[in-house]
């Protein structure tokens, strides 16, 4: 049912979601970071072939496949909603609207502009970036209140528990293990590993620090804000990671 419904995989679940379900499937979000960072990941090693840029190009629109842009929605409202600087009840309404205003649609582009061009150069970082915009989504789930009462929002706000946090990190962690390995050479790579770890928790907790300018506005977080804590926090680990892989 949660792959269904954060993915577009072709998989049977129910027709419908209720509340119970949906809190106990947030459990399994970890896991469908991986999973689509499986794909993003093997897509990214076109490389080899492609050059980096046509290879960061096919791995992000393979991502926007898989999960339908859902998160990048949340983006572009979240943006437009702060981005007009108005008062706590104006700003819930703008979220709520689907249409995307100016900034929405600048938001976007500089996404996409911005994933390309850190996943060209972040190497096997394009194997676990899914998987940090989920964990951020439980941090932020966890940390924040739910601002608007009712609906998916706050299923998720009530539904995350302090040990999926935990399990997402450890499971972040035995996959940057696996990235940071060597196989040609059967190695532990050490300053890889630390590479991984120390863009997953800067890009986390500098999505918190944003997320919590935002739930200050208006007293806690939303959907669409939950969204854009995805896609912040892979934008900011991409950049981190492959701004450190240049330096090593």
């Known amino acids: 049912m949660m792959?269904?419904?954060?993915?577009?995989?072709?998989?049977?679940?129910t027709d419908g979601i209720d509340e119970a379900a949906y809190k106990k499937g947030i459990a399994h979000l970890p896991v469908i970071g991986l999973i689509i960072g499986v794909a993003t990941g093997a897509v990214s090693l076109l490389a080899v072939?492609?050059?980096?840029?046509?290879?960061?190009?096919?791995?992000?629109?393979?991502?926007f496949l898989l999960t339908g842009g859902l998160?990048?929605?949340?983006?572009?409202?979240?943006?437009?909603?702060?981005?007009?600087?108005?008062?706590?009840?104006?700003?819930?309404?703008?979220?709520?609207?689907?249409?995307?205003?100016?900034f929405g649609v600048l938001a976007l582009v500089m996404l996409v502009v911005g994933d390309i061009a850190a996943l060209a150069g972040a190497g096997r970082a394009a194997w676990?970036?899914?998987l940090v915009g989920r964990t951020a989504a439980l941090l932020t789930g966890r940390c924040f209140n739910c601002a608007r009462p009712g609906g998916l929002g706050q299923w998720f706000v009530d539904g995350v528990k302090t040990v999926h946090i935990i399990y997402s990190g450890a499971l972040f962690a035995a996959a940057a293990a696996a990235a940071?390995?060597?196989?040609?050479?059967?190695a532990f790579d050490a300053a890889r590993f630390a590479v991984l770890m120390g863009a997953f928790v800067?890009?986390?907790?500098l999505t918190l620090l944003i997320v919590s300018r935002f739930a200050k506005r208006i007293g806690g977080v939303t959907g669409d804000i939950v969204g854009f804590s995805v896609e912040a926090s892979q934008l900011v680990f991409?950049?981190?990671a492959a701004s450190a892989q240049a330096l090593l």
């Open 180 to 186: 940071a390995i060597d196989y040609g050479h059967m």
């Open 3 to 13: 792959l269904s419904f954060f993915t577009r995989i072709p998989v049977k679940a």
């Open 71 to 102: 998160h990048a929605d949340g983006l572009a409202d979240t943006v437009d909603a702060f981005g007009a600087r108005r008062d706590r009840e104006k700003t819930l309404e703008i979220l709520k609207d689907s249409h995307t205003g100016a």
């Open 202 to 205: 800067l890009a986390a907790g």
């Open 238 to 240: 991409l950049v981190l």
């Open 128 to 130: 676990l970036f899914p």
């Open 49 to 63: 072939w492609t050059g980096p840029y046509i290879a960061a190009f096919l791995t992000l629109l393979v991502y």
